[in-house]
Structure formats: C-alpha cells, structure tokens
C-alpha cells in the first residue's frame, strides 16, 4: 500500500495515492457510488467509492463496515471545498484492520448515565473529541505563559496529612498506620516553594469529598496554582485577568474548528481581555439584595449569586475581599477592615461562575497560627508551613484556577463532565 498519511496533512499530498488509518465514523450508499467517513484522530476525511472504479472485493467489503471498524483505506487526495476538512478520498483500496460488531453506541440520543458508562467509547464521539482538544490546548497554553514569564513548575504531593481547604471534604486513607488525605489543594507546598524561586505554579489533580450533584462540580479536578512572593492581592488580581485572558485568546486562535464543532458562540469570548470589573463583596451582597436575594453579610456566594452578578457581563467579574467566616484560614487579613480578609473570586459569565479563587496569604507568624486554631486544626501537622513565617517571611499572593470549568466556559458545554476524560462523580468511579 501507499504512504499512510494524517487527516491533518492532506493538504500537502492533493493528487498522491496515500492511505488514511482510522475508524469509521459512517458509511452510505446511493446507487453504484458509496461513502465512509474515517476518523484517525486528527481529523474525518470522507472516501468516495465508486463501484465501476474499485475491484469487486474492496466494494463488497466496504458494505460490510460498521461503526468503529478501523480500517486502511487507500485512495487519491482530492480538493473538495463541500467536504470536511476541504479534501475527500477517491478510494481504490480498502482493508478492514479490527472489526466492530454490535457497538453499543449509535447515531440516536442516548442517555447521559448510558453514555457515561460508555465513556471509554463516548470519547470518540465528535463533541466530546472537540472539548476535549480544547481542553489539551487551553493545558499547553498554561505552561506556555507561565514559562514566558519565568515561573517554575513544582510539582506538589497527592497524598498529605496537611489541609487546605475545608476539613469535612477530604477523602481520607490510612498511610502505613498514619492518617493521610487526597490532596484538596497544591498551595501549601507551593507557597513553600515560593520562597526559593519567587514565582511558581503546581499543576495536577485535586479531590474534594463533597456530596455535590451539580453541573460545575467534580470529586477529582485539575488545578493551576500559581504563588508570587511580594505579590500582593491588587497584584493576584492582575496577573489573573492576563492570564485568563491569555487562555480565551489561546483557543480562538488554535481552535477554532473544535469550537465550531461544539456550536460555541465565539462573540461571547472575542471581547474577554483586561481590566476585568472589580466588586466589593460587601456591594456584592448590597446589589444581590437589590435583586431579591435574602443573603445576609458574611455568607458566601452561591452559584444562584454568582449567575446573578455576571448577567450581561462581556468578561468575568472579580469579587473581593470577602468575610473571614466564608474563607481559609491562610488567607491575610483585611488592614482596611478586619471582618475580611484580602482575596478575591474571579466568576466567569454565561452561568459559570467562579474559575478561580486567590488571596494574599498571611505572612504574619501569630495571625496565621490563630486562624489554624480559630478552625479547630491541629498545629503540629501545620509545624512546616508555619516554619515559612517563623524564616524569612514575606507577603505572597496566589491563586487556583479549575481546568475543567475554565474549558467548559471557554467552549460553552453545559456540564465539566465532558470536559475531563474520565470524570469522577460522587456515583461514578467507572470506567
């Protein structure tokens, strides 16, 4: 057989007789000219046989083709503006590699728990290809900014005996006689390493035990933490619009045949650069009132909130400065006003609400030490991080941004489901 070549790279062999090897994604005749659809992974290309043109096997063999079958199919690259891609195949060769009887998957509306149960083959459906590559993108371009502007990357431990976030969403296991937690949050460590590289980011999975059955939630996701020592929160607030705006510019530039595919209103993302509107916390609460809302001062914001907050806004909003009740015990207090502490939530609009939640941390040694007791934390697990204050200390500031729901707003899907490989759902633990 001739050269195998990509879907991608057909553009260079128009008029060369190459091979394609992938799946069928269809197959339909009309008279003595038939047609499949052949997904590699790069992209679909569409195969023209036509029966007087082919030997008898290959034209026969090509009605036996069911979805998924992977195939070598040979033929000559034509242009063809109607097709996917520009290009079709003048077919004149076809071997069936790996057959696929019976696939539990077809062009019908299925359900969501059936096709979640089918995820290692829900994955090669065209939709969940295209968030998919977006999401790969949207990774590439968070190491890419922040290698351009000189951070380094550590690599934070999955397994810890230290919290950071809230003690009654920790999924907890016994390390060799030792109590140990799923990693809830990088920031701890990142914070630590901070002080010897100055700005750094983790980036890994994170887990949260909370029995959440929305769509912006997930028990295992992935986090971007970035920490800048001598940041302060005003600081955070910047380095987080860029770098979101720098994410959205990514994937209009290198997506846009993904995002058409996903039926994305790419308008809704075209203005998303810097400034991004600021809102107190405090005049959050004022305006949510305004609106109907009964939530009182101090609470924290719910999706309900954040939804009501963003209508009509062409960028995200951040809100600061929240209460000190609603938070962390590491974030810094307020010198402006004690009840709150320097932090901020930065809500994404169109009803996704919060992507990213950063703080300046308090790098006062006692301060810190009253808030891990003021939550009823064990000192002695937090002796190391409490080590940063008691060495050196310096004001620092840092964020985490969620992958999947940064990627599902960017490509305007309804759940984070779709947006991970294999989501991990307070029911859902296979495949």
């Given amino acids: ?13 128009v008029g060369a007789e190459i091979v394609i090897r992938g799946w069928v994604e269809s197959t339909r005749a009309h008279g003595k000219v038939a047609f499949l659809d052949v997904r590699d992974g790069t992209g679909v290309v569409q195969g023209v046989v036509i029966k007087k043109e082919v030997a008898d096997e ?5 009605a036996t083709l069911t979805l998924e079958t992977s195939v070598a199919v040979e033929g000559i690259v034509r242009g063809e503006p109607r097709a996917p891609g520009g290009h079709e195949l003048t077919v004149t060769g076809l071997k069936i590699l790996g057959g696929s009887d019976d696939y539990p998957i077809q062009p019908k509306d299925h359900g969501v728990d059936f096709l979640l149960d089918q995820r290692h083959l829900w994955l090669r459906s065209r939709v969940q290809w295209a968030g998919l590559k977006v999401r790969a993108e949207v990774e590439q371009a968070i190491h890419d900014f922040f290698y351009q502007r000189g951070f380094v990357r550590i690599d934070a431990p999955i397994l810890t005996g230290a919290i950071g976030e809230h003690a009654g969403s920790l999924f907890e296991t016994d390390y060799f006689g030792e109590k140990a937690y799923l990693a809830q949050t990088g920031q701890l460590y990142a914070e630590a390493a901070a002080a010897a590289f100055r700005s750094i980011y983790t980036f890994g999975p994170t887990f949260r035990a909370e029995k959440s059955k929305t769509r912006r939630h997930l028990t295992e996701f992935w986090m971007v933490e970035p920490e800048v020592a001598f940041m302060d929160s005003e600081g955070s607030m910047r380095l987080q619009e860029e770098f979101v705006s720098y994410l959205v510019e990514r994937a209009l530039e290198r997506c846009q045949e993904e995002l058409k595919m996903l039926e994305r209103d790419t308008s809704k993302l075209e203005t998303v650069r810097p400034p991004f509107p600021r809102l107190n916390y405090t005049d959050a609460v004022a305006r949510l009132r305004e609106l109907g809302s009964d939530l009182e001062w101090g609470s924290d914001l719910g999706a309900p909130d ?20 609603a938070k962390a015990f590491y974030m810094k207090e307020n010198p402006a006003d004690p ?23 308090e790098d006062d040694l006692e301060r810190l030490r009253a808030g891990i007791s003021s939550q009823g934390l064990p ?16 004001p620092h500031s840092g964020f985490g941004l969620g ?29």
């Avoid at 057989?1 to 062999?13: G, I, K, N």
């Fill in 1 to 13: 057989m001739s050269d195998t070549v990509e879907v991608s790279d057909l553009a260079s062999h």
């Fill in 58 to 62: 290959v034209w026969e063999r090509h």
């Fill in 306 to 325: 954040e939804v009501a907050l963003t209508e009509g806004l062409d960028r995200p909003l951040f809100v600061f400065n929240y209460p000190r009740e």
């Fill in 339 to 361: 009840r709150t502490f320097l932090c901020n939530d930065c809500l994404a609009p169109e009803g996704y609400g919060e992507i990213i939640g950063g703080s300046q941390r």
């Fill in 379 to 394: 000192e002695e697990v937090y002796s190391w991080y409490l080590d940063l204050r008691r060495y050196g200390t310096f």
């Fill in 403 to 431: 992958v999947e729901r940064t990627v599902a707003w960017i490509t305007g899907r309804p759940h984070v489901r779709e947006l991970i490989p294999f989501p991990r759902l307070m029911n859902r633990l296979r495949p």
